[in-house]
């Protein structure tokens, strides 16, 4: 059935019932939000029925929940006719929502030009503002609708009124680039000084938005172009960091600081280099703008430039004599940034104008570790051609071969070992690269390593070795190298766990079996009495367990709380360890 025809056939069958249940019927109310039937109507703009709700005496001006009456639905919907005839039955036109928003408001908000008309004409108050301070005018200039901010403008509105963050009309119209209700606003004589609470001022408005006419206006008119925000930042700045080219002209053409920085330190010169914007530190660069001043942290231009990977702006900021080799205040000079962030052709430009290759970080990281550790292979290749030191450490003592290994960089450990770096130099831990390799399973690194003489019993201050790690991680290849080579299978970790302990708790089947076959101590225990076979009852290794019973391992042996290994299975449910220990048990006893 079609919406209207039934529309109409409820309406004839409505006005069919007494007058008392129709009263009831236009009454009613929804029990959770307080929906009249008046309200929902107006969402609905079914007129007939809205004009049988008026003859039963319905209050218009009954609210919902959130105190929104039946004309401000009407006013959403740009329900022209409604809004007109629930004005003329004393709909409260100046009635607000629970957030303060009143019918002109929304009007306004909206952009519907005929209901603002309506509700001015009427007597609306076009000033009063809703909870966050926002005016009429304010919504009509944010969303552009020039026409309702002329005439609210005309009717006396309030254009120095400002929201309870401070943001003006003009403000507002500046930031969202409205250039025709900007000009309304200047002409109205609006203060284009004004600044929010945060230091926004119409200026800064235009320049970060990029909105160049607008700027022009202000400027004309006398705007102050150099006020910051309260965080220091000018309009130029903007400019810079967003990159808007002809504002920034426009405002080095006028006279704006172009040294003045921000709280934290940042010239408009910085925020150039930091984006990128090659164009603007040259105009920067040509009006004299200091290129070496540091922001707060120590960072220069350069380094921003390096870091980013702005070759250009490097080999600009190089031309004019920028200071190459000061360091922000962690210690990361343009070098290290460079390498950091595998950026070889800004490095080969500082390496050619004679920047330290050794200088390190306050923790110790020199250019070469960093490239080692993100493993930039070309990078670390010039580095050493240029002589840089491969043996030094960081801090904790980790060198670059240790870094390499860990992080799986197999061409750069071999061009370490090639120019004979230091492969057994432990970090403060204990750790060699060695051992970094095995716990990582890089499998090439570890065969470069034990082919170049590594060292593969050493331990690290826990009494982790080689074999250890890989065990315990399940690098059976690595593991098979290690036992080809000769390494110590019964070396324990300060706790006792053995190599073979260490698979068993992990379920590495294969490497266990690889351990008895070369004949390793299934009985030994850790400080706490755990032997292999506990260990692996415990973590539910049934497998592990059937190869150590069948190897003659003692599974009456208890840990230092007297519990056997049929005990910590049945404890943790593995029901078929406890099956196969309980029949090997009877298998042994013959019974």
């Known amino acids: 059935m079609r919406i209207p025809q039934f529309k109409q056939r409820l309406l004839s069958y409505l006005n069919g019932l007494e007058t008392s249940y129709q009263r009831q019927l236009a009454h009613t109310c929804d029990v959770h939000y307080n929906d009249t039937v008046l309200l929902q109507l107006c969402f609905d703009g079914h007129i007939p029925m809205i004009s049988w709700c008026f003859n039963h005496g319905f209050d218009v001006n009954q609210c919902r929940n959130n105190e929104m009456t039946p004309l401000h639905v009407a006013v959403s919907k740009c329900s022209t006719k409604i809004v007109r005839m629930l004005l003329d039955i004393r709909a409260d036109y100046n009635k607000c929502e629970s957030g303060g928003w009143s019918p002109v408001m929304r009007a306004c908000f909206e952009g519907h030009t005929e209901i603002v008309r309506i ?49 003006s009309p003009v403000m507002l119209a500046c930031s969202k680039g409205h250039i025709e209700i900007v000009r309304m606003l200047l002409d109205i004589g609006e203060d284009y000084n004004k600044c929010g609470y945060d230091g926004w001022s119409p200026v800064i408005c235009a320049c970060s938005e990029g909105h160049t006419k607008i700027l022009r206006m202000l400027l004309d008119i006398g705007a ?49 280099c930091s984006e990128g914007h090659t164009e603007f530190v040259m105009m920067l660069l040509d009006i004299g703008a200091d290129y070496d001043k540091c922001n707060n942290e120590g960072w220069s231009p350069v380094m921003r430039a390096c870091r980013k990977k702005h070759k ?19 210690g990361w000079s343009p070098v290290m940034f460079a390498c950091s962030n ?23 990281w020199s250019p070469v570790i960093l490239a080692c550790s993100e493993g930039h292979t070309k990078i670390v290749r010039m580095l050493l051609d240029i002589g840089a030191d491969y043996n030094k450490s960081e801090n904790d003592g980790w060198s670059s071969v240790m870094f390499a290994c860990s992080e799986g960089h197999t061409e ?47 331990c690290e201050n826990d009494g982790w070795s080689p074999v250890v790690c890989a065990c315990i991680q399940g690098h059976t290849e690595i593991v098979r190298m290690l036992l080809d080579i000769g390494a110590d299978y019964a070396k324990c970790k300060n706790d006792g766990w053995s190599p073979l302990m260490c698979a068993c708790s992990e379920g590495h089947t294969e490497i266990v079996r690889m351990l008895l076959d070369i004949e390793a101590d299934y ?3 850790e ?65």
Request: hydrophobic share 35%; proline share 2%; glycine share 8%.
């Open 342 to 364: 595998g950026h070889t052709e800004i490095l080969r430009m500082l390496l050619d104008i004679g920047s330290d290759y050794n200088k390190c970080k306050h923790d110790g």
């Open 527 to 591: 400080i706490n009495g755990l032997s292999p076979l506990i260990i692996a009852c415990r973590y539910g290794f049934t497998e592990i367990v059937r190869m150590l019973l069948c190897i003659g391992v003692d599974y009456n042996k208890c840990d230092i709380y007297g519990r056997s290994s049929v005990i910590i299975a049945f404890e943790r449910c593995h029901s078929d360890i406890v099956s196969a220990i309980n029949e090997h048990s009877m298998n042994q006893t013959g019974s």
């Open 412 to 458: 750069i450990v071999r061009m370490l070992l090639d120019i004979g770096a230091d492969f057994n130099k432990c970090e403060n831990d204990g750790w060699s690269p060695v051992m970094c390799a095995c716990r990582k399973e890089h499998t090439e690194i570890v065969r470069m390593l034990l082919d170049k003489g590594a060292d593969y019993d050493i």
């Open 119 to 167: 509700l001015l004409d009427v007597g609306a108050n076009y000033n009063k503002c809703e909870n966050d301070g926002w005016s009429p005018l304010m919504f009509a200039c944010t969303n552009g609708h020039t026409e309702i901010v002329s005439m609210l403008l005309d009717i006396g509105a309030d254009y120095d009124k400002c929201a309870n963050d401070g943001w």
């Open 224 to 272: 102050d172009y150099n006020k910051c925000k309260h965080d220091g930042w000018s309009p130029l700045m903007f400019a810079c960091s967003e990159g808007h080219k002809e504002i920034v002209r426009m405002l080095l053409d006028i006279g704006a600081y172009f040294n003045k920085c921000e709280n934290d330190g940042w010239s408009p010169v910085m925020l150039a």
């Open 312 to 330: 250009e702006i490097v080999d600009m900021l190089l031309d004019i004599g920028a200071d190459y080799g000061k360091c922000e205040n962690n």
């Open 523 to 525: 009985n030994i225990c």
